[in-house]
């Protein structure tokens, strides 16, 4: 065992994300010992026990080199906290903590609080995140006092990564069968799904290939070809383009939704679309910068932000650069 941790204790920081699940494991003061990473987290769309599997996985890499008896606090990010919190998870879940050999408290809550605490150390503010999923929220204490949108897959979730992949098939199909023009997604979306080698050239066939391809896998696969439709739309394709537009459109809306009782809160942006420097995220931040009169700050490592909430729940007595320690992206 490292002697790192002889004079703090340690905290463990979780983002159970609908991409992918990262935990940081840190001191009290803030030195990172320790990180983990595995699937998908969407308690909306796995089997619990697929998401219990990806958690434990994670928690198990950031605790390596560590006695999981030192951990003080575990704070876990999570979308849809109610499926962790209630019902047919929290059986499983308690087996994760007990089989690390954690014997600490373990606090669950939302991916808003965790998303918002990786961009800024205020309490209050607002956070819109757009990832696989999407939602906005204002944050308070770190509790969420509002939310827009964030309503899953099937009937929410408007311009995020799942929307953009679901909007591209479409726009192929209405090629395809003559409704709507050419685009560049076409042959992307088809070799994506189906691989370049095994497109038929027909398109009836292609329809049937493409239509096979998705209801064949779980409809939040679609969310894997949200990557396409920017990278079409710099290409100069008109259809990805106006989907990207809409996307943009959409996110931005969420974000103003909401009731700012302060206008000089932060705004937080969180998850793939928004943090790179794709044309989503460029234009998601120029509109709500003109719109707001502030730059929106890009959150940090969400996983690390956990490990901070949790830290600051053991001790007021923080390192002051610890924050930003632990937020920063991991490489």
Not at 4 to 15: F, Q
Not at 279 to 290: D, K
Request: glycine share 10%; hydrophobic share 45%.
């Amino acid at each position: 065992m490292p002697n790192a941790t002889a004079a703090s204790s340690l905290v463990l920081g979780i983002d159970a994300g609908t991409g992918l699940v990262e935990a940081v494991c840190a001191t009290t003061d803030g030195h990172v010992v320790g990180r983990g990473r595995s699937g998908s987290a969407n308690a909306m769309a796995l089997p619990v026990a697929e998401v219990v599997e990806h958690l434990s996985a994670a928690g198990r890499q950031a605790l390596s080199t560590v006695d999981p008896a030192q951990v003080r606090v575990v704070v876990v990010g999570a979308a849809g906290v109610l499926r962790f919190t209630r019902g047919a998870a929290v059986e499983p879940l308690a087996g994760v903590w007990r089989l690390a050999g954690l014997t600490c408290p373990v606090q669950v809550v939302a991916d808003a609080v965790t998303a918002f605490a990786a961009g800024t150390q205020r309490r209050h503010g607002s956070v819109l995140i757009a990832d696989i999923g999407a939602i906005a929220a204002r944050i308070g204490d770190g509790k969420v006092l509002e939310r827009v949108d964030g309503n899953g897959w099937l009937v929410g979730d408007d311009g995020s990564g799942f929307w953009l992949g679901r909007q591209a098939v479409r726009a192929v199909f209405a090629e395809l069968d003559h409704r709507g023009e050419p685009t560049l997604l076409t042959q992307a979306v088809l070799a994506t799904l189906v691989g370049e080698e095994s497109v038929p050239a027909d398109p009836a066939e292609q329809i049937l290939v493409l239509r096979d391809s998705v209801y064949d896998g779980p409809p939040i696969a679609l969310a894997g070809l949200a990557r396409l439709v920017p990278a079409a739309a710099e290409a100069g394709d008109r259809v990805a383009q106006r989907i990207v537009d809409r996307a943009v459109t959409l996110l931005v809306d969420s974000a103003n939704s909401l009731n700012a009782d302060d206008p000089d809160e932060p705004l937080v942006l969180a998850g793939s679309l928004l943090s790179g420097h794709g044309p989503i995220g460029r234009e998601v931040q120029r509109r709500l910068a003109s719109y707001h009169q502030a730059d929106p700050v890009l959150a940090g490592s969400c996983a690390g932000a956990a490990a901070w909430l949790a830290a600051r729940s053991v001790t007021a007595d923080m390192d002051p650069y610890a924050h930003r320690r632990l937020t920063a992206p991991a490489n």
